[in-house]
């Protein structure tokens, strides 16, 4: 296919390279860095979108992805697809793709799981939302790209799945790492908290796969220094998507609201920016019941 790639960050770079060297045509363009080897550079967004069979996104939010649409969307041919794949508001993804639509445009909304990691190895999950048609043509992409794409139904249904995933993860992290903090006070030790918690009723992705604890559990970013992994910039962007897309429905989500405070706290506050969101586990040793 003939491909157009527009946001080469940290996500997009090595996406844009798997898409080449699975033997695309793909021309790229960010206002910012180059294009990787292998990727034809453009002069703007529009000059990359114009003739392709797909257009890709791999923005950092829903502002720009408005803008970059409204370049790209009178570019493109009819037929073709404008395929997001950044993590934005479910409203921004629901507009882009009904202007693409209005278009004679095919169009979906599809965020990734797995990080940069995943976007190097080609291992990413796609949340995906948008007509059957758009999606069947995207599939050979995000076998390429990644390891599974689950097509969640509508415009804006990979977006809601994404931040109710993240929402989840972010409460479960908090939950983890307040757990093991009490259980350093109460004498217990790490390594039998892990034991038991991760064959009980306790048990969650953040505790059996992510573990906070260094030195327990698989490796994760915790043995590292707290290194990201993930973010906890990142979480605190996701769960404040999940919380403006709750206010848009009137959803209640005290935790994810408490989640979002507490990640917001920790990043703009405490020193928490640039390190991975398990770092939420020495925040809470070093506190007190207040
Ligand atoms: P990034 O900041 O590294 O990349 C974004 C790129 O977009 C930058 O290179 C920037 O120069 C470019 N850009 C900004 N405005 C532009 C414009 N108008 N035209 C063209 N290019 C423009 O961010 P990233 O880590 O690659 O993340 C991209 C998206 O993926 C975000 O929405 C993020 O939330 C999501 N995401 C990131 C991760 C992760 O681990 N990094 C994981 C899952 C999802």
Not at 41 to 70: C, Y
Not at 110 to 131: D, E, K, N, R, W
Request: charge should be negative.
């Amino acid at each position: 296919m003939k491909i157009g790639f527009i946001g080469l960050g940290n996500m997009g770079a090595p996406m844009a390279s798997n898409l080449a060297a699975a033997g695309h045509d793909v021309t790229g363009f960010d206002t910012v860095t180059k294009a990787p080897e292998g990727i034809a550079s453009a002069a703007s967004a529009a000059e990359a979108a114009s003739g392709q069979d797909v257009v890709i996104t791999m923005l950092p939010n829903g502002g720009i992805l408005r803008t970059v649409a409204d370049e790209v969307i009178p570019a493109m041919g009819p037929g073709a697809v404008l395929l997001d794949c950044s993590t934005v508001d479910v409203d921004s993804a629901r507009a882009v793709a009904e202007q693409a639509e209005a278009a004679g445009l095919l169009a979906a909304d599809a965020p990734v799981s797995g990080g940069i990691g995943g976007a190097s190895a080609g291992t990413l999950t796609f949340m995906v939302g948008g007509s059957e048609a758009a999606f069947s043509k995207l599939s050979p992409l995000f076998d390429i790209m990644g390891q599974k794409a689950v097509h969640c139904g509508p415009s804006g249904n990979g977006q809601a799945a994404k931040i109710c995933n993240n929402m989840i993860l972010g409460v479960t992290m908090i939950a983890t790492c307040e757990a093991f903090a009490l259980a350093d006070k109460l004498g217990l030790d790490r390594q039998k908290m892990f034991d038991v918690v991760s064959t009980s009723s306790g048990y969650s992705w953040s505790m059996n796969a992510y573990c906070p604890a260094p030195g327990v559990g698989p490796q994760s970013p915790a043995d590292n220094n707290y290194q990201p992994g993930f973010a906890a910039e990142l979480m605190l962007k996701d769960l404040r998507l999940s919380q403006q897309a709750a206010e848009a429905v009137d959803a209640d989500t005290p935790l994810g609201s408490d989640a979002t405070r507490l990640y917001s706290q920790f990043v703009e506050d405490e020193d928490g920016r640039g390190k991975d969101f398990s770092a939420m586990l020495p925040r809470f040793e070093k506190r007190h019941r207040s």
